[in-house]
């Protein structure tokens, strides 16, 4: 069995590591391979590497980093389907579902490539007489990210290529329930041109996630996880001096008004409730409908019951396996928690057994209906393929019940009504919201954040923003005296 190392000043290492991880393939249930975790020795060494690279890389010119980012751009291209394969085989998402992952990734690296117009300062001239002022920006040194186990490729990708082209050198830190497209990516910077020690990968868990959040060599922290994880993420390297910016989970609302076309809201409803078995931060696990609704529930229930469950490598499933045993046992315990405190179960998703897999982690797609506020299934964010439907009596009873979820990521407003939808994208205290799109991430060149319990910092993920916070700016006044100009200056703040 293959064990997974790090990847440190441009090759893999074991480092000092000791301990390890078991990865599991998702739909077989079988382990595959252990993956290294590191050592507080191990991440001081990725950073004295990375640090080191910093001096040479933050002087290199923008068409050098425009050169490698296009070089790389063109490998993750052409090798999307292995990085898909890989994401798949280990996640247990559908292939399909993978190559999607990738493909928003890629995207963050072409707007990586435009780094000489994201990086142009600005210039005043003759802000005073002969004065003029100037800013520009300039990368922060050594910068990490922390990354989860659901997009494994992708979110990495939100960080890596922006702090990278701004002049950052950089730590990943995978999950270590898939680790093995970072050390794949890894080696495509490296094939693109990127010199050793830009790029560098630590495999591991908690001792590793807080060996980076105390290292006094790190400038800042990318962190995208579960809140509780987000929040500790954000107070510890904050106490350590550093920016961080710390992405959350999720309770994300779509309401559906009367108004709305109920074949277009229940379809959208299932792709973005089932798709990759509900393990996005952006799922849709509240369907809050208002008015008369049992027939859109019976349409749910009756397109959740005939989702196609099987591992992700065959392409007529459209749904794979949960991450682990463990969240399978989560998941199916929460639905009937739910049940208990008195939802209808539309559709079942228990005990689901996929002929030749039966070890797999499947757990199916699965409606709630009759669920309230109060309940377990809508209190928590279950991570799993289970949408959970709640009924109000119109439009401002929706928007009261998502300002007061903790949560405040995405949200989705299904309905033909311009003025409803505008009232819904004014009233509610959410991040990203869709008018008749469920998933409303935005496109690579915007930025992606929540509000509330779904972002603690004060920085969205890539875009515009990614580039504000991996740079800093300078602001330069300049004068050039005339040799005949007088020197004489004055006591008090000039006026003209
Ligand atoms: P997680 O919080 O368990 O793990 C995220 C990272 O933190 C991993 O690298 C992990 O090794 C590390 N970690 C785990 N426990 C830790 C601890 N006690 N101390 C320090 N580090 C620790 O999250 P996950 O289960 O891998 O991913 C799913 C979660 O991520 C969901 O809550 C989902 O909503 C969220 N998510 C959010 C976004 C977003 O953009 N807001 C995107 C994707 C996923």
Redesign the pocket.
């Known amino acids: 069995m293959a064990t997974i190392g790090h990847w440190i000043n441009g090759r893999n290492t074991g480092g000092n590591s000791t301990r390890r991880a078991p990865v599991y393939q998702p739909a077989t249930g079988r382990q595959l391979h252990d993956v290294l975790l590191a050592s507080v020795q191990d991440v001081d060494t990725a950073v004295g590497v990375a640090a080191a690279a910093f001096p040479q890389w933050s002087q290199s010119s923008l068409s050098e980093r425009t050169r490698i980012l296009f070089n790389f751009r063109e490998l993750v291209n052409a090798h999307s389907e292995e990085i898909a394969e890989i994401v798949s085989h280990e996640h247990g998402k559908v292939l399909s579902d993978a190559a999607g992952e990738v493909q928003r990734g890629l995207e963050v690296i072409e707007f990586a490539c435009g780094i000489p117009q994201l990086l142009k300062g600005t210039y005043s001239d003759q802000a005073s007489a002969g004065v003029d002022v100037f800013s520009f920006r300039e990368p922060l040194g050594v910068v990490a990210g922390?990354?989860?186990?659901?997009?494994p490729a992708m979110?990495p990708m939100w960080m890596h290529p922006i702090a990278i082209a701004c002049g950052n050198t950089f730590v990943l830190?995978?999950?270590?329930r898939d680790p093995s497209s970072a050390g794949y990516v890894a080696g495509l910077w490296q094939r693109a041109g990127l010199p050793d020690g830009v790029f560098n990968v630590v495999h591991g868990?908690?001792v590793a996630?807080?060996a980076i959040l105390d290292h006094p060599g790190i400038a800042a922290v990318s962190f995208?996880?579960?809140?509780p994880?987000a929040r500790?993420v954000h107070q510890r390297a904050t106490a350590a001096g550093k920016r961080v910016q710390a992405?959350?989970?999720?309770k994300n609302h779509a309401v559906v008004l009367p108004d709305a076309d109920p074949g277009f809201a229940a379809e959208h409803l299932i792709a973005s409730a089932f798709g990759s078995a509900g393990e996005r931060?952006m799922a849709i696990s509240a369907a809050v409908l208002v008015g008369e609704s049992d027939r859109l529930v019976d349409l749910l229930a009756f397109k959740a019951a005939t989702i196609k469950v099987g591992p992700g490598h065959d392409p007529a499933s459209r749904m794979g396996p949960v991450i682990t045993a463990a969240a399978k046992e989560r998941i199916e315990n929460l639905i009937s928690v739910g049940e208990r405190q008195g939802a209808t179960v539309a559709a079942d998703g228990r005990g689901l057994k996929i002929p030749g897999y039966e070890d797999g982690f499947f757990v199916g797609p699965t409606v709630l209906d009759q669920v309230t506020p109060a309940m377990d299934v809508y209190r928590e964010?279950i991570?799993g393929p289970v949408l959970s439907v709640l009924r109000v009596a119109d439009v401002d009873a929706a928007i009261e019940m998502i300002n007061r979820n903790p949560y405040g990521?995405g949200t989705a407003v299904f309905t033909g009504s311009g003025e409803a939808a505008r009232r819904f994208q004014r009233g509610v205290h959410v991040g990203m919201i869709g008018v008749n799109v469920p998933i409303p991430v935005p496109m690579a060149y915007h930025s992606?954040g929540?509000w509330k319990d779904?972002l603690f910092g004060q920085s969205p993920i890539y875009g515009p923003e990614g580039v504000a916070f991996y740079t800093r700016s300078k602001v330069v006044t300049q004068r050039w005296p005339s040799s005949a100009a007088s020197s004489e200056a004055s006591l008090y703040f000039p006026t003209g």
């Open positions: 922390i990354t989860p186990f659901n997009f979110v830190k995978p999950s270590e868990d908690k996630v807080d995208v996880g579960s809140t994880i500790h992405l959350g989970g999720a931060c964010e991570f990521n992606f929540g779904s």
